[in-house]
Nanobody
Framework: QVQLVESGGGLVQAGDSLTLSCAVS????????LGWFRRAPGKEREFVAI????????YYTDSVKGRFAFSRDNAKNTVYLQMNSLKPEDTAVYYC?????????WGQGTQVTVSS
């Protein structure tokens, strides 16, 4: 069984930085593509970023390009989302997502609140 556990959320001011972590338990971490999604209050869950199994490539939604950076440490079974220059519109619950072949998994989410 694969489990994803997010951490690192919190309350910050606009312009601050936060780093979210997602620890993945289970086998074959290195085969998983991993992503971050978020759900803002009253909105649908939206894609934020994804990183491939090797960490060689990543892709970001336009609203976070240049501000967020996604990385992974396969030795620690952990991925990180470095979030800089945070804006109030980044306020959301952030979810870690993992997929390999037909299998996909979600974490429980971590709250990020950015005050203006």
């Amino acid at each position: 069984q694969v489990q994803l556990v997010e951490s690192g959320g919190g309350l910050v001011q606009a312009g601050d930085s936060l780093t979210l972590s997602c620890a993945v338990s289970g086998r074959a971490f290195g085969t998983y593509n991993l992503g971050w999604f978020r759900r803002a209050p009253g909105k649908e869950r939206e894609f934020v970023a994804i990183i491939n199994w090797s960490g060689a490539s990543s892709y970001y939604t336009d609203s976070v390009k240049g501000r967020f950076a996604f990385s992974r440490d396969n030795a620690k079974n952990t991925v990180y989302l470095q979030m800089n220059s945070l804006k109030p519109e980044d306020t959301a619950v952030y979810y870690c997502y993992g997929i390999a072949g037909p299998n996909s998994y979600w974490g429980q989410g971590t709250q990020v609140t950015v005050s203006s």
